[in-house]
């Protein structure tokens, strides 16, 4: 059994190395495609929660995992995604704020091992999108790293977009689930306000 057959989330298979996500004008909804441009994922933050709750369903409109907030209104904090259909914890994401650079870690929801992590690449450019007047326009790009540091992927923000999308590229998930990895793409951006 691969390492990350204990990640998989019922109802749902992520297999290619490739989506798009894109978030609607009006609020916080996401949707995920593939590369051939069928929608495999769609995630809202709910409005008007004490605890942030983004519950995801697959292509079909089908429950299959949600992320909720451990604390109350914390942009620095954990989000646990749970099995909709299990009620099973199978990552936490987590947060260091700082105004320097963005670190989100997706932990094993038992033992707290670190699986992945996504870094902001470039202070530079965390702190214009931070202080500049119109620093919100200036996209996000991530590097996506294993446990160790090595190289998983990355997450692309589009220029000049009314809308944000993300173009995720994963290049080796041998040792990360894929699953996760969509969903704080989409978690990221609506915590984040971006």
């Known amino acids: 059994m691969s390492r990350h057959r204990s990640y998989d989330i019922t109802g749902i298979d992520l297999t290619d ?13 996401y ?19 004490l605890k942030e709750k983004f519950p995801f369903v697959d292509g079909n409109g089908d429950e299959v995992f949600e992320v909720n907030a451990t604390g109350i209104v914390d942009i620095a904090g954990d989000y646990v995604l749970s099995d909709s259909r299990t009620g099973e914890e199978i990552v936490v994401l987590d947060n ?24 902001s690449r470039g202070t530079a450019t965390t702190l214009a999108r931070n202080f500049l007047p119109l620093g919100w326009l200036i996209p996000h790009r991530y ?33 990360v689930p894929k699953e996760p990895i969509v969903a704080a793409a989409m978690v990221i951006d609506a915590i984040q306000g971006n």
Do not use: M
């Open 17 to 29: 190395d490739s989506y798009t996500v894109e978030q609607s004008l009006i609020r916080n909804k």
């Open 143 to 175: 590097e996506i790293t294993d446990g160790n540091g090595g190289h998983v992927g990355r997450i692309d923000g589009q220029l000049f977009s009314i809308r944000d999308r993300y173009e995720i590229t994963i290049d080796d998930a041998s040792s």
């Open 96 to 119: 260091d704020f700082s105004l320097f650079q963005d670190t989100w870690r997706i932990r094993d929801a038992d033992t707290g091992e670190v699986l992945a992590r996504i870094d």
């Open 31 to 49: 949707k995920a495609l593939d590369a051939a441009g069928n929608v495999v994922l769609r995630g809202k933050q709910q409005l008007f929660k």
